[in-house]
């Protein structure tokens, strides 16, 4: 599942560093920004049927790879 919740992130960061860097900010850096937020999370939904609200999650709490791919398993 981890490889599969990178590959999402790095198919909307249009950039493969967020599978090899894994503690990249990925808002500082501008890997994402607030529309590709929800985007991503519109995306685990649809592709690993993992709801998550953007009102039980902030940007804080999922803001690097590592983060968020943790974030996402323990919802699954």
Same mark, same amino acid.
């Given at each position: 599942?981890?490889?599969?919740?990178?590959?999402?992130?790095?198919?909307?960061?249009?950039?493969?560093?967020?599978?090899?860097?894994?503690?990249?900010? !990925?808002?500082? %850096?501008? !890997?994402?920004? %607030? !529309?590709?937020?929800?985007?991503?999370?519109?995306?685990?939904?649809?592709?690993?049927?993992?709801?998550?609200?953007? %009102?039980?999650?902030?940007?804080?709490?999922?803001?690097?790879?590592?983060?968020?791919?943790?974030?996402?398993?323990?919802?699954?």
């Amino acid at each position: 599942m981890k490889e599969d919740i990178l590959e999402i992130l790095a198919e909307l960061c249009e950039d493969e560093v967020v599978k090899e860097e894994e503690d990249v900010d !990925l808002f500082e %850096s501008g !890997l994402l920004d %607030s !529309l590709a937020y929800l985007e991503l999370l519109m995306e685990i939904e649809n592709r690993l049927g993992i709801t998550i609200s953007p %009102s039980e999650v902030s940007k804080e709490d999922i803001n690097t790879p590592a983060k968020f791919v943790a974030f996402v398993m323990d919802k699954a």
